[in-house]
T-cell receptor, first 115, second 115 residues
């Protein structure tokens, strides 16, 4: 079956530090990959996505590259801000047994950025 | 524009009671998903609706859980004879087509507490 594994949190950084949140996946087909972010008190929202191998998704200074050979989609940002403090979810979308596309999510990684 | 709306935002119920959770998806979105988020866990898929097709119920944890979607829009998730292990945040999401590349748009969730 499909699964997503992300690094355990919380990740605690100082402002302007470099961020990496690791994500690896297992899929039976050729999935699309997503990062979602959940800010405190808000719902999950799409951060970025990539739909084929070697694609790079980017948004708000965050980037992630679809690596088929290592089945990874690590999230990076060069300089984090306090406002980036949130929970980040890696997800894949692949066709399920019944033919529908139902996203599978990782457990989420909490990021705490200190001033 | 209006996003995905869920109600109530919080629900406290006694063990053994039935509860109904409501979701209003984004207008025009044909795909609707219910997930459950427990503390420290990822998002657990529950049920998926796509247009007028039969729903994918493969994620429902027991026959106490059911859901319907009326007129291809509003959805209600019903939990009968609630148990303490049902305590979680119930998330609803919709997407424009339910396709592999379509991102999900989430509501803020309903926090269910079973006492």
């Amino acid at each position: 079956g499909n699964s997503v594994t992300q690094m355990e949190g919380p990740v605690t950084l100082s402002e302007e530090a470099f961020l990496t949140i690791n994500c690896t996946y297992t899929a039976t087909g050729y999935p699309s990959l997503f990062w979602y972010v959940q800010y405190p008190g808000e719902g999950l929202q799409l951060l970025l996505k990539a739909t084929k191998a070697d694609d790079k998704g980017s948004n708000k200074g965050f980037e992630a590259t679809y690596r088929k050979e290592t089945t990874s989609f690590h999230l990076e940002k060069g300089s984090v801000q306090v406002s980036d403090s949130a929970v980040y979810f890696c997800a894949l979308s692949d066709q399920m047994g019944g033919g529908s596309y139902i996203p599978t999510f990782g457990r989420g990684t909490s990021l705490i950025v200190h001033p | 524009g209006a996003g995905v709306s869920q109600s109530p935002s919080n629900k406290v119920t006694e063990k053994g009671k039935d509860v109904e959770l409501r979701c209003d998806p984004i207008s025009g979105h044909t795909a609707l998903y219910w997930y459950r988020q427990s503390l420290g866990q990822g998002l657990e898929f529950l049920i998926y609706f796509q247009g007028n097709s039969a729903p994918d119920k493969s994620g429902l944890p027991s026959d106490r859980f059911s859901a319907e979607r009326t007129g291809g829009s509003v959805s209600t998730l019903t939990i009968q004879r609630t148990q303490q292990e049902d305590s979680a945040v119930y998330l609803c999401a919709s997407s424009s087509q339910g396709a592999k590349n379509s991102p999900l748009h989430f509501g803020n969730g309903t926090r269910l507490t079973v006492t």
